[in-house]
């Protein structure tokens, strides 16, 4: 079984990739902060976790305010650095974890935390600056990553109780994924900090002790505060320190601090802290719903799409739904061979299209949805996709119907 073998709380300011990336060991402005790692980095290097969960919020680099998430997490094969504005970082591609993640994700939303999921979008320095500071990863990195983006940018964020509980549901989670995996939990944020404004560089050391003592003896009292308390004593974007709150609810009651450290070079609190669980995990309560229903009992020929679908079957629905651009579809209908430039499609996902074999490409892993775009754009009724899918012929099929004459498709208007 998998197992949560410590958790890791570090700020996430691009401050320390740049020390890194600036070589500042011996730097005494920088110094500070590499010695405050130090010891995290040992721990890592003995404990050699397998998966490195660890949570982080996006700063506008791979979302975006046309479509905003509270939780969501990758679970892609491999997560790269993101380009924040002067190019990405110079740091390898770090390999993910998909079959625990999509475990994770499965056990999660049974467990009434209904998350967004993503893929292929690279991760920015709230993710990859602690990381590189972290690992040394200058022959590749040595742990998978399972990212969780946490959207505490725009208001309502979730609250500092509901990331409690979704640590807690986390762990739950981990702990019943059969493969015998090492996992570290590490959270990123803060700590007393403020951007927005007049009141932009404040700071509160003293707060952040306190908050450190809390989250390791009381976390259940920083639970309880609100977006507005947090923010009033730390700072308005030190209320991201919610996401601290997720990993230390994945582990036990009463933890070890093992490493804890605190730097203040110039508008962040540093903190690093180190925890390992002071007790065994508590048994996989039996109330938990079942992931995922098991398969004798999913409705035949019906083709659910899950992760492993959207993930395998990527390229193909990013191809269909391009169908919604006007130049892709132009193309498409003047030369599909050249419509097929762009997309990384299989040989086999090129030849169903060409040939509309709505059969094969639902089974392909084409979701419905893009399969009505394409039939849209081909000028073709739904019906001929449901008929197709059914290897059955239109009249078959529309004979079946209770007005066999009432055909349609999702096409607004026909373009000339
Ligand atoms: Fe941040």
């Known amino acids: 079984m998998a197992r949560i073998i410590g958790g890791i709380g570090t700020s996430h300011t691009p401050t320390i990739g740049f020390a890194l990336d600036q070589k500042k060991q011996d730097d005494p402005a920088w110094a500070p902060i590499f010695a405050a790692y130090a010891p995290l980095k040992a721990w890592l290097v003995e404990q050699r976790p397998d998966v490195v ?13 046309d479509h905003y998430s509270a939780f969501a997490l990758g679970f892609g094969p491999e997560h790269s650095p993101a380009d924040e504005g002067g190019g990405a970082r110079d740091l390898p591609p770090m390999p993910g974890h998909p079959g625990l993640a999509r475990h994770i994700g499965e056990r999660l939303m049974a467990d009434e935390f209904d998350l967004s999921f993503f893929q292929r979008r690279p991760l920015d ?14 022959q590749g990195w040595p742990a998978s990553l399972i990212p969780l983006a946490v959207g505490v940018l725009q208001n309502p964020v979730p609250s500092a109780r509901r990331c409690w509980k979704l640590g807690r549901a986390l762990r739950r989670a981990i702990e019943s994924y059969p493969e015998d995996l090492k ?4 959270a990123t944020g803060g700590l007393s900090h403020q951007v927005h404004g007049e009141r932009a560089g404040f700071n509160a050391p003293d707060w952040d002790r306190e908050f450190l003592d809390l989250l390791v003896n009381d976390p259940e009292t920083l639970a309880r ?25 994945a582990l036990s009651a009463q933890v070890h601090v ?8 110039s508008m962040t609190g540093i903190a690093t802290l180190l925890l390992e669980n002071l007790a065994p995990a508590p048994p996989v309560p039996a109330a938990v719903p079942a992931a995922s229903t098991p398969p004798e009992l999913m409705p035949p020929a019906s083709h659910p799409f899950d992760l492993e679908t959207s993930a395998r079957a990527y390229e193909l629905n990013r191809f269909l739904h391009a169908m919604t651009d006007p130049a892709h579809r132009v193309l498409f209908l003047s030369d599909p061979e050249a419509s097929f430039a762009g997309f990384d499609l299989t040989k086999t ?24 775009k394409l039939a849209a754009v081909l000028g073709l009724p739904n019906a001929v996709v449901y008929a197709g899918m059914r290897r059955e012929s239109l009249e078959a099929f529309q004979a079946s119907r209770n007005a066999p004459g009432a055909l349609y498709s999702v096409a607004g208007k026909s373009e000339a």
């Open 258 to 265: 093992a490493a804890r450290d605190y730097y203040l070079p």
């Open 125 to 138: 320095h709230g993710c990859f600056s602690p990381l590189s500071l972290l690992f040394d990863h200058s």
């Open 349 to 372: 996902e090129c030849d169903l299209v060409r040939r509309h074999d709505w059969h094969g490409l639902i089974n392909a892993g084409a979701i419905f949805f893009g399969l009505e």
């Open 53 to 65: 969960f660890t949570i982080y919020n996006d700063h506008v680099t791979s979302f975006f305010f």
């Open 225 to 249: 505060m609100s977006q507005a308390e947090l923010a009033l004593r730390g700072g308005w974007e030190s209320a991201e320190v919610v996401m601290w709150l997720i990993m230390r609810g």
């Open 183 to 186: 996992v570290a939990i590490i």
